[in-house]
């Protein structure tokens, strides 16, 4: 079965500091993956993916993410955080199928707290 | 901000009511999904639609019901709200191909009384 998991709840880093916000996941063939974050009463907005290419995926606001095929891992990663990227974060990937559907398996969110 | 429009943004009713949560989008997408997000936040996909006249379940049960006369309309509809319908609901819509990310709109918060 293809699955996403967030192992974090919550993650808690300093204003300043790198963070990291981790993402595993388990899907047959090769995987498309996404990471989204959702403000308050808000939808998701698309950060970034990875679908071939440089392991290393640059997004908005700063964020990149870095695929690791052989840990199956595709983790969150900002140099240096903002109060403003308090928010939750969903990571994602594009479920393989006898159609080209598009559906994306979420994981369950973490929610990332950058305290001044 | 994407192109994707959802109406109300918050809707309190009562138990019983039949209500229609609206979705437009101005992208030309041929996808259009909706999504449940429940108070622990995870996100659940109980529609999904390819295409005009084309609509299909998702991965959770829902009682609700969908339709796509329109590539750009893909309305939501509760014959009778009940509590536990209390949630929000979140559209979205992608182009056609596993690359291509899905885009969300602001969703609707119901609260069924």
């Known amino acids: 079965a293809q699955s996403v998991a967030q192992p974090e709840d919550q993650v808690n880093v300093a204003e300043g500091n790198p963070l990291t916000v981790k993402c595993t996941y388990s899907v047959s063939g090769n995987p498309y993956l996404f990471w989204y974050v959702q403000y308050p009463n808000r939808g998701l907005q698309f950060l970034l993916k990875?679908?071939?290419?440089?392991?290393l995926v640059k997004g908005s606001y700063g964020f990149e993410a870095e695929f690791n095929k052989s840990q199956t891992s595709f983790h969150l990663k900002k140099p240096s955080a903002l109060v403003s990227d308090s928010a939750l974060y969903f990571c994602?990937?594009?479920?393989?199928?006898?159609?080209?559907?598009?559906?994306?398996?979420f994981g369950q969110g973490t929610t990332l707290q950058v305290k001044p | 901000e994407a192109d994707i429009y959802q109406t109300p943004r918050y809707l309190v009713i009562g138990t019983g009511k039949k209500i229609t949560l609206e979705c437009s989008q101005t992208?030309?997408?041929?996808?259009m999904y909706w999504y449940q997000q429940d108070p622990g936040m995870e996100l659940h996909l109980i529609h999904y639609?390819?295409?005009?006249?084309?609509?299909e379940k998702g991965d959770l049960s829902s009682e609700s019901t969908v339709s796509r006369i329109r590539t750009e309309h893909f309305p939501l509809t509760l014959e009778s709200a009940r509590p536990s319908h209390t949630s929000q609901y979140l559209c979205?819509?992608?182009?056609?191909?596993?690359?291509?990310?899905?885009?969300f709109g602001p969703g609707t918060r119901l609260t069924v009384t």
């Open positions: 992208m030309g997408h041929d996808k």
């Open positions: 994602a990937v594009s479920s393989h199928g006898s159609s080209n559907t598009g559906k994306l398996i």
């Open positions: 990875y679908i071939t290419g440089d392991n």
């Open positions: 639609s390819y295409g005009v006249n084309s609509t």
């Open positions: 979205a819509s992608s182009e056609w191909g596993r690359q291509y990310e899905q885009y």
